[in-house]
């Protein structure tokens, strides 16, 4: 028996969005006192995650050992086919077994505290709290959510571990913003966001100590997802406030480091010395900058997320101060296993990390066969009014649907095209290609707007070398976006594919950044074009950019020890190899450019073992095998000895038919498609729906008519006037939308959303201008107004999160930046006709300019001239109250931008 499983029990908590970004710099204050001491008295390192970086997906994968492909949760929500309402997941949609439960089969007590997809679970052996204790998406009940905990006689101690939002004191949120009194609750929803992640995180953390303290597991898993929660609106604070040392809100995410760190001690204290404990974080969060700031909260939670995070294992059985290098989500369940004393199986695919352990690890696994199957003491049964309980939870995450609001025959629903998205990124990521093209062909054809998924699979196409297809997707995504940089980079990574690295330098080159060099993201692959013309230098130049910006960046890494080993600096490439081999074990390039280099520096011992790893990471590329057949000859193999690497270099050899084969089952999937297509039309014909299904066909170009500026501008009062003069207004939240009702915020994620205005006019802040779809076309109102005004007017609003802590001539000087940089591109824009209206101006002078706004929209849309007029009084009293409260010497933008 390991040390763990004799000594002592194990604990892992997973705090998601946790990075060594946010620790390092308050684990030296000396502001985290008990991770700190964890990770000098064990192993810690990086975490990396698979794609996507999805909260619920990431978790069963750390939880299981399995990738999505083989776990089946790749969202916390699906549409199953032929429901009208979406099916909230539970613990019986898993298809893999879990931690807890081969602990359970073990005959140990196990349990499980928080984690995503775990509700409804009864294991014998195994207590559960499942996700929706605490949670702010679970229904507004006095009762706990039936299938919240098991087994049944936990529910009465553990309802009492259940505390509401309204139960977090003021004291609690005084921690967080100590400035909280000057925050206009009514407009400023953060600090009910604070309170609600507050109570899910002391829920969850009075159960898991009952737990320990009460049940005693040998085994327990808990997840805290309170950095997670609060990471999409406080991260721009937080970035600004560490500039700046200023702002409300600005230091929210530390003390959520300071708070988590407080609750870990106490699980230490009541786990006791001997217990071993790991701490991970499935993935870590993006800081924004520069313009990317003003965007942030209105963009998806995933857009923050970055597959680097954090892990830290402690006990007698883990070595002491150690670095880790190499660590994947996956390889987490089979070191625990491990540690356990339990079967590592031969279907787990990460390995176990014997690097952190004090003994050496077993290298032979058992065959899978050896442990029971779920199915076998797992008795996931959700409670029998099961759609009644979660219903609300459902709504409550925002992404319920009423029946009558989603037909049923509609093949492709908004929350099936979450889906179906995060399984083919899945599949790709754990190299199974091909399996993914349908899913990503199926997303193009219900959502052609959604350019996201075309690039994605013209990449994949690229890869497979389905070149020809690739080019035609390429013309089709040069037609829905064509002054998009996304266009000219898949031309230059056709260009590349085909093999003309000097056309796709040139045209890459068009990209670059305003320093001449190449635009981040696109650098990457001018090093590839400039590898491929063996301009050794010159790669490297590049791929020390992108190094110096990101020292994480595996392929710049790799890319630049390719170089070096072109220059036959074969020293400096061995190290960069291995450096990208610690950030990534699994990525067979990294470990086959290291045998090259060792190999060249005669190291044929060392080669030989770093090219296996290649070709056991990658079965079927030749390169590794063609090195290591060269080495085998050289030293007098036999032919028997040759043969396999003769066999996989014959097997890669025929890609034609591996092509000709996707080709073919390319085909068959669109004839299906087009079947279902007429099957469906029919149907609808049948029904006496003349109506065409939202996700059958692409939107059709429409005129739309558009008001909008900076977020205080005047926006909504010269909408106010519009719709005086008959104008009819475009509510969003009168739209159907697979999410529910719609806001205009949601256009980012949802582009469809305006097909529903029809001519009415639109208003929105010119944030979300860029991501207005291309198919349509546009008349846009922008309304100026001195930028002095716009930041008093935010500052009495409560509403200036996005400039919070900055400056006041830097605050201005972003805003400026923003509003040029959005006039210039919709002047450019061939979709786009612009006028642009001074609102002072409109105020003082409302008939002249009102009289440009009818002839610009037409007096079809604007028949009453003179109801507008009259309209315009009260928005200039409004105008002129707020000059009066800007201070004098502010009132002039160029005292804002002088130096």
Not at 392 to 408: I, L, Y
Request: proline share 7%; hydrophobic share 45%; charged share 20%.
């Amino acid at each position: 028996m390991s040390e763990a499983a004799a000594g002592g029990p194990l604990l892992l908590i997973d705090l998601p969005g946790l990075d060594w970004a946010l620790l390092h710099p308050l684990i030296d204050a000396g502001e985290l006192p008990n991770l700190a001491r964890l990770v000098e008295a064990g192993c810690s390192g990086t975490l990396t995650a698979p794609r996507p970086q999805v909260s619920a997906l990431l978790w069963n994968s750390l939880a299981s050992g399995q990738p999505a492909a083989r776990h089946g949760v790749f969202a916390r929500v699906r549409q199953n086919p032929g429901d009208a309402a979406p099916h909230v997941l539970t613990a019986r949609d898993r298809q893999v077994s879990m931690l807890w439960q081969r602990v359970a089969a073990c005959g140990r007590r196990a349990g499980v505290v928080g984690g995503a997809v775990t509700h409804g679970e009864i294991t014998k052996g195994v207590d559960v709290v499942s996700e929706y204790l605490g949670s702010p998406t679970a229904p507004k009940t006095d009762a706990l959510v039936d299938g919240c905990i098991s087994p049944a006689e936990l529910r009465e101690p553990l309802a009492e571990c259940w505390m509401r939002p309204e139960e977090v004191d003021w004291e609690m949120l005084a921690f967080f913003e100590p400035g909280l009194g000057s925050v206009n609750q009514e407009r400023d929803p953060r600090l009910a966001i604070i309170g609600a992640a507050l109570a899910q995180t002391f829920s969850r953390h009075a159960a898991l100590l009952w737990l320990l303290e009460h049940r005693r597991p040998d085994f327990t898993m808990a997840s805290y997802a309170l950095l997670d929660d609060l990471l999409h609106a406080f991260m721009p604070s937080h970035v600004l406030g560490r500039q700046h040392n200023a702002g409300l809100f600005g230091a929210v995410l530390d003390r959520a480091c300071r708070l988590l760190d407080l609750l870990l001690g106490r699980l230490l204290e009541v786990a006791g010395a001997s217990a071993t404990v790991f701490v991970t974080s499935t993935h870590g969060a993006r800081k924004p900058t520069g313009p990317a700031i003003a965007r942030w909260v209105r963009e998806p939670r995933e857009a923050h997320r970055h597959g680097h995070g954090v892990l830290i294992a402690a006990g007698p059985a883990i070595r002491a101060d150690a670095l880790l290098h190499g660590a994947r989500v996956l390889d987490v369940a089979p070191t625990v296993l491990q540690l356990l004393s339990l079967p590592v199986t031969d279907d787990l695919p990460g390995r176990v990390l014997g690097e952190i352990l004090a003994a050496t690890p077993a290298t032979e696994r058992a065959p899978a066969a050896s442990i029971a199957a779920p199915a076998a003491y797992a008795a996931v049964e959700a409670p029998s009014d099961e759609t009644a309980s979660l219903g609300g939870v459902f709504a409550a995450m925002g992404a319920g649907v009423a029946a009558e609001s989603q037909p049923a025959a509609t093949p492709l629903a908004k929350i099936d095209e979450r889906w179906y998205w995060n399984r083919a990124r899945a599949l790709r990521d754990a190299g199974q290609p091909a399996e993914a093209l349908g899913d990503l062909e199926r997303l193009c054809e219900a959502a052609p707007e959604q350019t996201r998924y075309l690039v994605e699979l013209i990449d994949l196409q690229l890869s497979l070398g389905l070149l020809r297809e690739a080019r035609d997707n390429a013309e089709i995504l040069r037609e829905l976006s064509p002054e998009s940089p996304n266009v000219t980079l898949v031309l230059a990574r056709i260009e590349q594919a085909s093999g003309r690295y000097a056309e796709s330098l040139e045209l890459l080159q068009t990209l670059n950044a305003e320093d001449g060099g190449p635009a981040p993201g696109v650098d990457r692959f001018v090093g590839v074009a400039q590898l491929r013309l063996r301009r050794w230098a010159e790669a490297i130049q590049t791929f020390d950019r992108v190094v110096d910006r990101n020292p994480t960046n595996v392929h710049a890494l790799r890319g630049r020890a390719r170089a070096l080993l072109g220059l036959r600096r074969f020293d400096e490439a061995a190290a960069d190899a291995l450096k990208a081999i610690g950030l990534d074990y699994q990525h067979a390039p990294s470990h086959y450019l290291l045998g090259v280099a060792l190999l060249s520096q005669k190291r044929d011992f060392e080669a030989v073992v770093a090219l296996r790893t290649a070709a056991r990471l990658a079965p079927g590329w030749a390169k590794p095998h063609i090195q290591l057949l060269r080495i085998k000859r050289r030293n007098g193999a036999t032919e028997a000895d040759l043969k396999l690497h003769r066999a996989v270099i014959q097997a890669a050899g025929h890609q034609d038919a591996l092509r000709d084969g996707l080709r073919r089952d390319m085909a068959e999937r669109a004839r299906a498609r087009a079947a279902e297509k007429a099957r469906l039309r029919a149907q609808w014909v049948a029904d006496g729906v003349t109506l065409e299904p939202p996700a059958l066909a692409p939107a059709l170009a429409m005129n739309q008519f558009v008001v909008s500026g900076l977020p205080h501008a005047g926006v909504e009062a010269v909408a106010g006037i519009l719709a005086a003069g008959g104008f009819a207004r475009f509510d969003p939240a009168t739209a159907p939308g697979a999410d529910g009702p719609g806001s205009i915020n949601d256009l980012p994620v949802n582009p469809r959303l305006l097909d529903a205005a029809r001519g009415r006019l639109i208003g929105m802040p010119s944030t979300l201008l860029g991501y207005l779809p291309r198919i349509h076309h546009y008349k846009i109102l922008f309304i100026r107004r001195p930028i002095a005004e716009i930041l008093i007017s935010q500052q009495r609003a409560g509403r200036d999160e996005l400039i919070a802590g900055l400056p006041l001539r830097e605050a201005a000087r972003m805003l400026l930046r923003h509003r040029d940089g959005v006039l210039a591109a919709l002047r450019n824009a061939p979709h786009v006709e612009l006028l642009e209206i001074d609102y002072p101006a409109l105020c003082d002078e409302p008939e002249a300019q009102l009289l440009r706004i009818q002839e610009f929209f037409g007096v079809d849309e604007l028949p009453d001239l003179a109801a507008m007029c009259a309209a315009v009084v009260p928005s200039r009293r409004h105008a002129r109250a707020d000059s009066a409260r800007v201070p004098a010497p502010l009132r002039e933008p160029a005292y804002l931008l002088a130096s």
